[in-house]
């Protein structure tokens, strides 16, 4: 079944503590997104790869990192977390030739 | 820079009613438009787009290129409509800009 996992789905940590969130797609999907959703703003993207070892900036990279060493899996790093870090976060892949996401089911983050 | 403005964050219509999700764009090039859903508990997904020109579970939208609208529409709202709607726009280096979404609500 084409699908793109996040893990994990849910997560509570402190502020400070490096955290990764995992994305992974078996579509081999050139395209890779980041977003976090929040209520009255919407989905914001964080960061997006087209290809391995291609990222860059989305709205609101501040305090994030990414990774693409691999066409399946795109990391998400919170290297030293902060309560404005919580959020709904959402994977996302698509091929080159669409504009059409898949998205994962999303991983919901509480930095206290 | 492309935006994407969804005026209502909430609305509300009786089942049967005729509903319309509004949504505007700015994007100097020629676009693609795009309508996503997220039901409760679950993905986002695409619901339509623009290129297409199809009926997705009753739902239409007409790109208005005039009015640089893109809304979208049902004209016997059901309650399993009741959702987050987001709008969303092709743009420059090819990324996907979403507006701020439209949680609808269909009443018994």
């Known amino acids: 079944e084409a699908q793109v996992t996040q893990n994990p789905r849910y997560l509570i940590t402190v502020t400070g503590k490096k955290l990764t969130v995992t994305c992974s797609q078996n579509m081999n999907h050139e395209y890779m997104s980041w977003y976090r959703q929040d209520p009255g703003l919407g989905l ?16 609101v990279p501040e305090g994030y990192k990414v990774s693409r060493k691999e066409k399946r899996n795109f990391p998400l790093i919170l290297e030293s977390p902060s309560p404005n870090q919580t959020s709904l976060y959402f994977c996302a892949s698509r091929t080159s030739g669409t504009y059409e996401q898949y998205f994962g089911p999303g991983t919901r983050l509480t930095v206290t | 820079a492309q935006r994407v403005t969804q005026p209502e964050k909430l609305l509300s219509v009786f089942k049967g009613a005729p509903v319309e999700l509004k949504c505007n764009y700015s994007y100097s090039g020629s676009p693609e438009l795009f309508w996503y859903v997220q039901y409760s508990r679950q993905r986002l997904q695409l619901l339509l787009r623009h290129i297409s020109r199809e009926s997705i579970k009753g739902f239409t939208a007409d790109l208005n290129k005039g009015e640089t609208s893109f809304h979208l529409k049902k004209p016997f709202a059901q309650e399993e409509d009741s959702a987050m709607y987001y709008c969303a726009t092709s743009g420059s280096a090819r990324q996907l800009t979403f507006g701020s979404g439209t949680q609808l609500t269909v009443l018994p």
């Open chain 1, 44 to 59: 914001r993207q964080i960061y997006y790869s087209m290809n391995v070892e291609v990222t860059d900036k989305g709205d």
